[in-house]
């Protein structure tokens, strides 16, 4: 390969980790509108489209509120990112500090409990979204994952579905139920969570004991994407 190549695609990477942040830049020139000036810091790229970083907006009479922290996810901007988004998103080892947050690990298909979880998850939640499209609401935590099924009413709600949204409750890993709890402010993030309390069925732990909440899906999908 000659020398001219090499340099060639030397420039060609370089230009590609450096677009990142402008990219980010630009979203969130973008979503301020009409802001006056932007000023930027600690702009820095990570794994996986993560854009982490802070910036200031101060209008034309020269009134700003301080530098606020954001993460800019692909083509997403996060302006008010938790302790947790910052400490998995914003790591040149996301898994570990995933691993470290949660006490689960690994975080692939070699981890069956996870695994069967995503996919239970993926089922409740498809349920869940159809009850509440007919109803329209989602079940109280009174009523639980049982209230999908036909089999648990005498008298159906109005609008239900005649079959109900699943033949069976699925269990976890360990044959218990799912914890089901609706948001009480109806979610910033989700309507409700569901989650499985490990082997020993108490709240946290790690390893096979560690809880496994859908709260952390996000990031197991970008865990995904960094693999």
């Known amino acids: 390969m000659s020398k001219t190549l090499i340099v060639m695609g030397l420039i060609a990477l370089l230009t590609a980790c450096a677009s990142q942040p402008q990219d980010?830049?630009?979203?969130?020139?973008?979503?301020?509108?009409?802001?006056?000036?932007?000023?930027?810091?600690?702009?820095?790229?990570?794994?996986?489209?993560i854009t982490c970083g802070s910036y200031q907006v101060t209008s034309k009479w020269g009134e700003s509120y301080g530098?606020?922290?954001?993460?800019?996810?692909g083509a997403n901007l996060d302006k008010r990112p938790s302790q947790t988004d910052k400490t998995i998103y914003?790591?040149?080892?996301?898994?570990?500090?995933?691993?470290?947050?949660?006490?689960?690990?690994?975080t692939d298909k070699h981890n069956a409990?996870?695994?069967q979880f995503r996919k239970d998850y993926e089922t409740l939640s498809l349920a869940l979204e159809a009850y509440r499209a007919d109803l329209p609401r989602y079940p109280t935590a009174k009523e639980g994952l049982i209230h999908l099924l036909a089999s648990a009413h005498e008298t159906p709600p109005k609008k239900f579905k005649e079959s109900g949204y699943l033949k069976d409750v699925p269990l976890d890993y360990w044959?218990?139920?799912?914890?089901?709890?609706?948001?009480?402010?109806?979610?910033?993030?989700?309507?409700?969570?569901?989650?499985?309390?490990?082997?020993?069925?108490k709240v946290g732990g790690s390893g096979s004991n560690a809880d496994i909440s859908s709260e952390y899906l996000e990031y197991l999908i970008h865990l995904d994407s960094v693999r």
């Open 113 to 115: 409990p996870l695994t």
């Open 67 to 73: 530098y606020q922290e954001f993460i800019v996810k």
């Open 175 to 201: 044959q218990r139920a799912y914890v089901y709890e609706p948001s009480r402010w109806g979610g910033v993030r989700s309507a409700y969570i569901i989650k499985t309390l490990g082997a020993d069925g």
């Open 24 to 49: 980010a830049e630009t979203i969130i020139r973008a979503g301020e509108g009409k802001a006056d000036m932007l000023d930027f810091r600690d702009v820095v790229k990570y794994p996986g489209q």
């Open 90 to 106: 914003c790591s040149e080892d996301s898994q570990k500090a995933f691993e470290e947050q949660f006490g689960i690990a690994p």
